[in-house]
């Protein structure tokens, strides 16, 4: 069956790295997605990798894309407050179904 | 201005009452959906929609409907509101790109069922 899960809470430090988790179960899911959802909105996509992909980079964020143990992770390099909001981990096999995790909420302590 | 909006954004109603929430974009999508956010459960599908005459149901879909007026608007219905329905709604549409398929989400409607 189609699965993603992720742990509730992390607490970082302003300034040090954060690293989120995330394991799926569809080992024919094509695309995985980070989704932020800040306090009062609704979800945006923040980044994505295609399942062929080891490693992504964009500027503060690194996705690293394990597919034999099916796990994902965001990293993201010198936190901010700013980043203080629930990442979400998002699976999708190349159809309409997109399978959301239950979000990371991230606390960030200045 | 917002690509998807949702109307209203909060609302408290109480059990047995009928409440429609409803969904407006400006992306041009042709797939629209809704969605509940309860805390640590994540976003569960309630129904989704691949244009005007296409309606599906999602993974929990009992006790709500919905409506695809147009292309721009998708309102979901509950039809007898229950306490166990007090959650988060998101309405979002979908656009096939390099990315896959990417969701576009609306702000939000926040129900209590008292």
């Known amino acids: 069956g189609e699965d993603v899960e992720q742990s509730l809470f992390l607490s970082v430090r302003e300034g040090d790295s954060s690293v989120i988790n995330c394991t799926y179960t569809?080992?024919?899911?094509?695309?995985l997605y980070w989704y932020k959802q800040e306090p009062g909105a609704g979800l945006q996509l923040l980044t994505y990798i295609f399942s062929n992909m080891d490693m992504k980079q964009d500027q503060r964020l690194t996705v690293l894309l394990n597919k034999k143990d099916k796990h994902l992770s965001l990293r993201i390099a010198d936190t901010q407050t700013g980043d203080s909001a629930i990442y979400f981990c998002?699976?999708?096999?190349?159809?309409?179904?997109?399978?959301f995790g239950a979000g990371t909420r991230l606390f960030v302590k200045a | 201005d917002a690509d998807v909006t949702q109307t209203p954004r909060n609302r408290i109603t109480k059990t047995g009452k009928r409440i429609m929430l409803e969904c407006s974009q400006t992306?041009?999508?042709?797939?629209m959906y809704w969605y509940r956010q309860d805390p640590g459960l994540g976003l569960r599908l309630i129904y989704y929609?691949?244009?005007?005459?296409?309606?599906n149901k999602g993974e929990i879909s009992d006790g709500y409907s919905v409506s695809r007026q147009a292309q721009a608007k998708f309102s979901l219905s509950l039809e007898s509101a229950i306490p166990n329905q007090t959650a988060l709604y998101f309405c979002?549409?979908?656009?096939?790109?390099?990315?896959?398929?990417?969701?576009?989400f609306g702000p939000g409607t926040r129900l209590l069922v008292l």
């Open positions: 979002a549409t979908s656009v096939l790109n390099r990315a896959g398929e990417t969701q576009y």
């Open positions: 569809d080992s024919s899911s094509t695309y």
């Open positions: 992306k041009g999508h042709d797939r």
């Open positions: 929609s691949f244009d005007v005459k296409d309606i």
């Open positions: 998002a699976e999708n096999t190349g159809g309409f179904k997109t399978i």
